[in-house]
C-alpha cells in the first residue's frame, strides 16, 4: 500500500468496508497524571456516535481499561469494545462483554505481594484490573530502571502463573500470557459487522504492536500516535490529531 498522510488514506477509503479500532489514553484522549483523572471532551462523543454510525457499527475501542471504564469515560455512548488489553469483549452494545477463553483473574495473593513491592517505591501506584494490575510512575520516572527490576523479580517468584510484563507510557502492567489487544482485534474481524473490511487500528504505545501487527495482517492500516512504532505506517502528533481526524468519519456517511 502506498504511503500517505491518514487524512489522503481516509479519503480513499469506502466508508462500508472499513472497520475501524481505536486505543483510548494517549490515543483518543491526553495522559494524565493519573487514569482517573484524563478529560474526555464532549466533542469526542459525538465523534465517536457518528463514526460508529457512519461505519454500521464497524468501530471498536480496544484499550487496556476495563470495559466498565470506558462506559464511564464515555457515557452514555456504549461502544463495541475490548478491555484490559483484550482479556474482556463486547460485541455488541446490546449485549454482555466476554471474557478471553485464556484470560483468569489474578490471584490476591499476587495484589498483596505487589502492593508490599510498592511501599519502596514512594510516588507510584497500581491499579487492580482484576485480569492485569497497572503499576504507574508518571510523578517518579527516574525510579523506572529500580522498579522494572523489582517487578522483573517479583515476576520470577511467581513463575508458575506464566505472567509477562507490558510497558506503557510511564506504567509497567502485570497480565497472564495468552490475550493481547492483537488477538482481540482478530476476534472482532472474525465477525460482523467488521468481518471482510478493511481494519485500521490507531495507538500509541509497545501495548498497541500486537494490534498494529494484527491489522497489517488483514491487509489494513495501523497509525501510531506521538512516534513511530513497529508497524505503523503514520504517526499522528498528537490525540488532538486523532480527534479531528476521527471527527470526518461522522463526515462521510454514505460517502464513497
Sequence with gaps: MPSTSADEF????????????????GTLLDLAPRPGAVFVPP?????LARADDALGGALALVSGRSIDDLDRLFAPLQLRASGVHG????FSPNKPKEADEEAEGLPR???MALTEV?????GTFAENKRYSFAVHYRTVPMLKPRLREALQCLLASYAALQLDMIHGHSVFEIKPRG??????????I???????RIPIFVGDDATDESGFAAVVSHGG???SVGRERPGASFVFPAPENVRCWLARFGQRRGST
Design 10 to 25: 481516509q479519503d480513499g477509503l469506502k466508508i462500508e468496508r472499513t472497520a475501524l479500532f481505536l486505543d483510548v489514553d
Design 43 to 47: 466533542s469526542l462523543i459525538d465523534s
Design 87 to 90: 482479556a474482556q469483549t463486547r
Design 109 to 111: 495473593q499476587l495484589w
Design 118 to 122: 510498592l511501599f519502596d517505591f514512594p
Design 179 to 188: 490475550f493481547d489487544k492483537g488477538k482481540a482485534i482478530d476476534r472482532f
Design 190 to 196: 472474525s465477525r460482523e459487522p467488521f468481518r471482510g
Design 221 to 223: 492500516r495501523a497509525f
